[in-house]
T-cell receptor, first 114, second 113 residues
Framework: EAQVTQNPRYLITVTGKKLTVTCSQN?????MSWYRQDPGLGLRQIYY???????DKGDVPEGYKVSRKEKRNFPLILESPSPNQTSLYFC?????????????FGPGTRLLVL | TQLLEQSPQFLSIQEGENLTVYCNSS?????LQWYRQEPGEGPVLLVT?????EVKKLKRLTFQFGDARKDSSLHITAAQPGDTGLYLC?????????????FGTGTRLQVFP
């Protein structure tokens, strides 16, 4: 089954404790992205990657890092989480065909930083 | 200031009613996408519209891209409880490249049986 998986689905942590949220897709997509979703602010892109070893900042990259060492994986790293990073995070992968792009989203990771 | 304004923010209706939700902007876009997000899940792409004035139908859902490609509407006929969810519109910041998407804040629809 074609899918994007994220782990963990739920995470409670404390300020300053480094964490990684993993994302994996089995569709051989080149493009992958991370978003955060907050009430009243909608979905905002954190980082995206156009291919292995190619990443770029989205709209809200501060406090986050990403890496793309393999095509299928795109982990999101919070080196020193802070309470304002409490949010719902989505990973997405996409492909481009016939001048249209289709994004597939993972199920989300709900993060609480105390 | 939001690039994309969606209205209404919330909508509660009875099963069988019709409804329309809107996505508006002052900017012109090469394309626009609509997603539906159900509770506890990620958004799922419903449709992409690319031509001004374009109308696409997906069963009971009708999507229209404005002639000037600045706005879009989603009309649902005879809504069902399964239509409940958050409806999001999104546009690419670069033409034909949705890697860098901007989303509206969404319309939360509740359909009661």
């Amino acid at each position: 089954e074609a899918q994007v998986t994220q782990n963990p689905r739920y995470l409670i942590t404390v300020t300053g404790k480094k964490l990684t949220v993993t994302c994996s897709q089995n569709m051989n997509h080149e493009y992958m992205s991370w978003y955060r979703q907050d009430p009243g602010l909608g979905l905002r892109q954190i980082y995206y990657s156009m291919n292995v070893e190619v990443t770029d900042k989205g709209d809200v990259p501060e406090g986050y890092k990403v890496s793309r060492k393999e095509k299928r994986n795109f982990p999101l790293i919070l080196e020193s989480p802070s309470p304002n990073q409490t949010s719902l995070y989505f990973c997405a992968s996409s492909f481009y065909a016939a001048e249209q792009e289709t994004q597939y989203f993972g199920p989300g990771t709900r993060l609480l930083v105390l | 200031t939001q690039l994309l304004e969606q209205s209404p923010q919330f909508l509660s209706i009875q099963e069988g009613e019709n409804l329309t939700v809107y996505c508006n902007s002052s900017s012109v876009f090469s394309s626009l996408q609509w997603y539906r997000q159900e509770p506890g899940e990620g958004p799922v792409l419903l449709v992409t519209v690319v031509t001004g004035g374009e109308v696409k139908k997906l069963k009971r859902l009708t999507f229209q891209f404005g002639d000037a490609r600045k706005d879009s509407s989603l009309h649902i006929t005879a809504a069902q409880p399964g239509d409940t969810g958050l409806y999001l519109c999104a546009v690419p910041t670069y033409p034909y490249n949705t890697d860098k998407l901007i989303f509206g804040t969404g319309t939360r629809l509740q359909v009661f049986p």
